[in-house]
């Protein structure tokens, strides 16, 4: 499992762009809405709502992987048939980066359903006062309808172990770091490069051919 967690890691880098697409102006929010603070502290709150995101990515995680244990364990489903599924949502996934087909955003609207119950209650954080605060936000946030999670979680529940799932989805938040916090933090050289539309192309064709190759070793 040691190379799925760093797969993880890389794929939430290589799917960093998408993140300052998708997540960049809600991370300017979050940093907006901190109350005056020094800037130690400002950079504080600032870790801890995405590690309030990247603890979320892992309880969902760890929900998925549970419920795909059980029923490789109950109802026999075989976990190459879930390999394969994360595969092809690998590929999906690659060619939604890239913007070459955009399947994808149809299932972002399935969590959309979901997000309309979570998303009042993120009101009751803002503005940002303290950590805890931002925490609770950020874990909030973490149910923000993605592809790009949506399809790392197949991974997790091909992995059928809850453990394993939420190591999966904990190291693929850690891959997005560095996009979400270049927005919050001004690090505009990170920005730039990892929304540069051909790292984002080639970041495709990576997670792409990833995916073509957890096909291929589903089996063996």
């Not at 901190?34 to 870790?47: C, E, G, H, L, P």
């Not at 109950?74 to 939604?96: N, Q, R, S, T």
């Amino acid at each position: 499992m040691t190379l799925d967690f760093f797969s993880a890691f890389i794929i939430g880098l290589l799917g960093s762009g998408h993140c300052i697409v998708m997540c960049g102006g809600i991370s300017t929010m979050l940093t907006t809405a901190i109350s005056d603070v020094s800037k130690r502290k400002k950079y504080t709150i600032v870790f801890a709502y995405n590690f309030g995101r990247i603890v979320s990515y892992s309880i969902i995680g760890a929900l998925v992987a549970l419920t795909s244990s059980m029923a490789t364990k109950e109802i026999g489903v075989p976990v190459f048939a879930l390999k394969i599924l994360a595969g092809i949502f690998l590929i999906l996934l690659g060619l939604y980066l890239g913007q070459w087909l955009m399947w994808l955003s149809h299932v972002e609207h399935i969590g959309k359903k979901l997000w309309r119950y979570i998303s009042p209650n993120t009101k009751k954080f803002i503005p940002i006062k303290n950590t805890r605060s931002a925490f609770a936000l950020g874990a909030l946030w973490g149910w923000l309808p993605c592809g790009l999670v949506y399809s790392t979680l197949t991974w997790a529940l091909a992995s059928a172990d809850a453990i394993n799932g939420a190591l999966i989805m904990f190291f693929f938040g850690l891959g997005t770091l560095p996009a979400l916090l270049s927005v919050s933090l001004g690090t505009i050289s990170v920005k730039s490069l990892l929304s540069n539309p051909l790292f984002r192309k080639l970041a495709a064709i990576l997670v792409i051919l990833y995916g073509i190759y957890t096909i291929l070793i589903a089996y063996l």
